[in-house]
């Protein structure tokens, strides 16, 4: 051994003692001696109290009086005199130490019977010191109270280590639960039936292969992305994936996982758990579009209209280019309910829905505004285009065939021309709606209404 290495292993074990000097000296001492020599007993306070322990201590005579009192209370060690006439032989001692179970027992032997105990002690289960070196006990003390909290310290890292060893087990054998492990470079080592079934194949072989020749799995080498290094281990961060399954289908798997080591300290790949989140994200999905649809045409709501209209305003303000808002009115709703029934209604509500819907680009949005109240969003078009898109809404609506027959009253309006803000550019279509209105003669059909024929229009009211 270097002479570095004998260095720093002299510190370290003086690091260490101090440490547990000082941790021993912070908190109390119970002890509790079994011994008829009050001498002996106040020559085993001195030197403690010279160590600088704090000592809380009792006394008793003989064993039976130690088992009573260790059934009401708790020490941290136990000090007996030896050669004790209560205590006899190997199996006395073996009886004693189930009594003490984890406190540690110190003897104070006379020099005339160490050598007998010496040999006895020899299994680890106590300790001693000789009676004319008493000075020896705070150091006996310390090194029994060190070693018990070892063992404690032991006994918990070997049940966290069944628990973790159960843990894995759990997970490799649930059938929710796919698990793989791949090593250093990221290659794909082994994988559980749960995931085999995940990706829809036969067996391990079959996916092993697949993901050789497809990259199937993620990669998890040096450097990956997914990959964040930690303290002490290289760990998966949560993150959501897609994989295909065999049948071509998309698999939505959340990923988690931690880095595995060998015996010499060295990394040796990952352990990841995947779960099928597939069905979750469907839902959320379901609920989200539920969250922004009108429940009766199937069309965007009146908040899924404001989102649309605010989207496309920034975009108009960063491109410089307009789009358009067409606002329709399905005429005579009440009359229709009152006529023909409530049903009748909402399928001429759903019939205008359609049409929209069927005048849509892909870019475009239909919503019901409201009540009787439709928007369309045109984005990337100007108002002679929307007013064409008008025109075609009012034509399928003339070609119906289904009774009653229905019509709408039509205003748009385009950004930045007409307005600049949701709100100014809703009323602006609005007016232009009206505008429409006003000038039909009861039960007839018009055309569609641009903001600037409404201005028009409004102008030669207040002449008129």
Sequence with gaps: MSNLTQNDLRSDLASFWSESKASHRRRLLRVLFVHRDA?????????????????SADFVLNLAQCGERLRSQSYDVVIAEYPCPSLKGSEALQVLHKQLQETPLLFVASAVRSGSIAQLAVDGAFDYVEREHVAQLPMAVRQALNERRLRRELEDARQALRHSQSLYRALVDNPSYGVFRCDAKGETLDVNQALITMLGYASKEDLLAANRSTELLSSFEKGSSLVMPST?????????IEWKRKDGTILHARLSGRGIYDDNGKFAGHEIIAVDVTEQRTLEDQLRRQALSDSLTGLSNHRRLFEVLQAEICRSSRTSREFSLILLDLDGLKEINDRFGHPT???ALCRLGQILRDCCRSIDTAARHGGDEFALVLPETGIAAATLVAHRICDLLRKETEEPALSVSVGIASHPRDAET???????????LYAMKDKRPAGARTEPVPIENANNLEKRKSNG
């Design 39 to 55: 001498e002996v007993v106040d020559n085993c306070l001195e030197e403690l109290k010279k160590a600088q322990f704090m000592v």
């Design 232 to 240: 002490g281990a290289k760990r998966i961060e949560p993150v959501e």
């Design 345 to 347: 209604g909402d399928r």
């Design 422 to 432: 949701i709100g100014t550019l809703l009323y602006a279509a609005d007016r232009a």
